[in-house]
């Protein structure tokens, strides 16, 4: 068990591309990190950098007290579960298992106990002398786990290893994977591009985009309180509503040609004139009858049942705001749309980033023009 | 019913629910109907089936035939062939040049085939597989060129390269001398002329098979500490053994009945380098005896039959 300290870390691939820019990030010891963004931000670079299988063009690594960065992959004491897998068809599943401790030239006996419990604990006892090929998707992905699980890494790397698995099987496999988690204690570093797995199974998170990471933190301070627009937009099944919004001289805000009041949180924090966006999950909004004061009006366009609730659009003049309801409206009739102050999110349109209440800090000062 | 190797490839695919049977799929395959009647399906394979008939079976059966007569090239022999029984048999059995052709083959396949073309091209797959794109497909083009040129081209080069006087190779060694490599080592310039012929066509064969092993399987290798060596034997060698069987069955048989050698040394000298397609070559038209020569070609037939049944063995042994 270790902590992973990650420094300055660039990666920049022949031809141009740089995958990982001057990253800094500290995982602590016992942490299930997520690192959570779309296709191509870096996130799987990032970690077969910690694996050793890609050399950075720049920054340093640590594992533990071990300063890993030019350390070869075998020696950093790490495991990692693959996309596909990656089983060895002409084993059987106990060999699989075994196999970094053949490596490691543990005896057979020592191998095949420790093969053993490890599959025991991933409910693979029965299976142990079938082939790969003989197992279900969702079996082999636990063999992959057992691997790791009985190589007793220090830390354990995840490179999306539930989105070959389907609908079902991936809810309850992201359930044993928190739960063994919790039960080692072991690091781990998790990659994928489903914000909903990120939240689920991370104790903390990081939302990277073009090799940056833009915010780092809990999962709930994560979902709630994105600090710019991209990981407002990112994170939540059902997006996030983001309005082009101005402030008026009046302290209102004028949303969709409508103006409704600057929520509570910003009052006396915005000169008048300025662009913002209006950000507020469906989560949070309610419905009213039309022309209620300080909410939008608008035309109820489609209900969408989500299950328990319905996801409702609303069409305010040119812009579309969506709302979770337990009481649909028919389409076509008025309505009206109000979002609880508290959880409203406004940033700035211009550096797209989340208006703070809290005088800025030395390092965080903003321009407010 | 699949393979294990097919079966083994799920990852990237559609995933297989849980706990579902994995050769469902296959059976129902197996249970389609058929699109053509026996008739029109019989009528389409004909013309393919009489070409085939016309031109490897009849010709096989003929050359069986042959064996069993004295006919000659020319003569009264070559008018009326007499069917004289196994006589060319037992006749070649206690030819001392046909033991010397069948040894002299043996290593050449041997050393040309097996441990040149394959380990080499091998070993150059392996060597090249984290190449850069440019680099490596300067090299692949230089060895498919040996491949692709004519043997007759290709011949006349060898020759020009290992010539005891004006020779390429003398002049590029760093001391002097006038080794006439044909002369002096005959068949091991033989095997080295083969060896550069044929590895390019291993190395790309052995290049696609490395190259359908999932990166993450080698990168998990790696990261339980094992060495090249390691991730060789222990990943890379069981998964493209059938690759790796197939292409030795291949290269032993065309070596085993290539004549390119003849273009080189013509057999000799003193019959050092006179492999079998030789040898029938020179008793069935230098000397006109084409029924010994029918002979000594239905019992290459047979050596290559048995080649293949052991090959055939050998991947059936792996597939059970």
């Not at chain 1, 579309?320 to 508290?342: K, L, Q």
Request: hydrophobic share 45%.
């Amino acid at each position: 068990m270790a902590e992973v300290r990650i420094e300055g870390l660039t990666k920049r691939f022949p031809g141009g591309v740089q995958a990982v820019d001057d990253l800094d990030l500290d995982i602590e010891d016992g942490e299930f990190f997520s690192l959570l963004g779309p296709s191509g931000c870096g996130k799987t670079t990032l970690l077969r950098s910690i694996a050793g299988l890609e050399t950075p063009t720049a920054g340093r690594i640590s594992i533990g007290e071990q300063d890993v960065t030019r350390i070869p992959p075998g020696e950093r004491d790490v495991a990692m579960v693959f996309q596909d897998y990656a089983l060895y068809p002409h084993m059987e599943v106990v060999d699989n298992i075994a196999y970094p401790l053949k490596v490691r030239k543990h005896s057979k006996s020592d191998r095949h106990r420790r093969a053993g419990e490890a599959a025991e604990s991933l409910s693979l006892g029965e299976l142990l002398n079938r082939r790969p090929a003989a197992l279900s998707g969702g079996q082999q992905q636990r063999v992959a786990v057992a691997r790791a699980v009985a190589h007793e890494p220090s830390v354990f790397l995840f490179d999306e290893p539930l989105s070959n698995l389907d609908a079902r099987l991936r809810l309850e496999a992201r359930t044993f994977l928190k739960r063994l988690q919790g039960d080692l204690g072991v690091s781990t570093v998790y990659v994928t591009h489903d914000q909903s797995e990120a939240l689920a199974l991370s104790d903390r998170m990081a939302v990277m985009k073009d090799g940056r990471i833009r915010q780092i933190g809990a999962p709930e301070e994560v979902f709630s309180r994105p600090t710019d627009l991209f990981v407002a937009s990112f994170i939540g099944s059902v997006p996030m509503n983001l309005l082009a919004s101005t402030t008026t001289a009046d302290g209102g805000l004028e949303l969709a040609g409508q103006r409704v009041p600057v929520p509570g949180p910003y009052e006396g924090m915005l000169e008048p004139n300025r662009s913002v966006t209006f950000g507020a999950r469906p989560e949070h909004g309610s419905l009213t009858p039309p022309d209620t004061p300080g909410a939008m009006t608008g035309l109820a366009v489609v209900a969408e049942l989500l299950g328990t609730e319905h996801l409702v659009t609303v069409e305010c003049g040119d812009v579309m705001v969506r709302v979770v309801t337990s009481d649909p409206p028919t389409p076509g009739e008025p309505v009206g749309v109000r979002f609880e102050e508290a959880w409203v999110l406004l940033f700035d349109t211009e550096d797209e980033q989340l208006i703070r209440r809290e005088p800025a800090a030395a390092g965080d000062v903003r321009s407010t023009g | 019913m699949r393979t294990t190797d097919q079966a083994g490839d799920v990852e990237g695919g559609e995933p297989v629910p849980d706990d579902a049977e994995p050769s469902d799929e296959a059976q129902d395959r197996a249970g389609g109907a058929t699109i053509l009647g026996r008739i029109t399906a019989s009528g389409f394979i004909a013309p393919a089936a009489g070409l085939i008939g016309i031109f490897l079976i009849f010709p096989a059966l003929w050359t069986l035939y042959l064996g069993l007569t004295d006919v000659r090239l020319t003569g009264a022999a070559a008018a009326d062939p007499q069917f004289v029984g196994l006589d060319n048999y037992t006749a070649a059995l206690q030819d001392s040049l046909f033991w010397n052709a069948l040894v002299v083959t043996l290593i050449f396949v041997l050393g040309s085939a097996i441990v040149g073309q394959t380990v080499l091209g091998f070993t150059l797959a392996w060597v090249l597989r984290g190449w850069r794109s440019r680099t490596r497909q300067v090299i692949e083009v230089l060895v498919i060129l040996a491949w692709i040129m004519p043997g007759s081209v290709v011949a006349f080069l060898w020759i020009a390269f290992l010539d005891g006087r004006d020779g390429t190779l003398n002049a590029m060694l760093p001391f002097v001398t006038d080794t006439e490599w044909l002369l002096e080592n005959p068949l091991t310039s033989i095997i080295v002329f083969n060896t550069w012929r044929g590895t390019a066509f291993a190395m790309l064969l052995f290049g696609a098979a490395i190259n359908s092993i999932p990166p993450s399987h080698l990168e998990t290798a790696r990261l339980a500490g094992a060495s090249g060596w390691q991730q060789l034997r222990d990943v890379v060698l069981p998964r493209i053994r059938g690759h790796l069987l197939t292409a030795l069955l291949l290269l032993s048989m065309w070596t085993f009945n290539l004549f390119t050698p003849y273009l080189l040394t013509q057999g000799g000298p003193n019959f050092e380098t006179e492999i079998l397609p030789i040898y029938v070559f020179r008793e069935a038209f230098n000397f006109g005896r084409l029924g010994y020569g029918a002979a000594i070609s239905a019992i290459m037939l047979l050596i290559n039959l048995l080649i293949a049944l052991f090959y055939i063995h050998v991947l059936r042994e792996r597939n059970s």
